[in-house]
């Protein structure tokens, strides 16, 4: 989801994490709301 600029797109993506894995979606807004430049490869790092 990194590649995603669409700020609503980004929210809908967090919000269906989170309905599956509260735990992810949470994850996910930390990452994502960093404004962080990461690669894929490097947010599911810090995710998983």
Same mark, same amino acid.
């Given at each position: ?8 797109? +980004?929210? @809908? $993506?967090?919000?269906?994490?989170? &309905?599956? !894995?509260?735990?992810?979606? =949470? +994850?996910? @807004? $930390?990452?994502?709301?960093?404004? &962080?430049? !990461?690669?894929?490869?490097? =947010? ?5």
């Amino acid at each position: 989801m990194g590649g995603v600029k669409n700020a609503e797109i +980004k929210e @809908r $993506a967090i919000q269906y994490w989170t &309905s599956v !894995d509260a735990e992810l979606g =949470a +994850k996910l @807004r $930390a990452n994502l709301g960093t404004g &962080s430049t !990461d690669s894929d490869a490097e =947010a599911a790092n810090k995710i998983g």
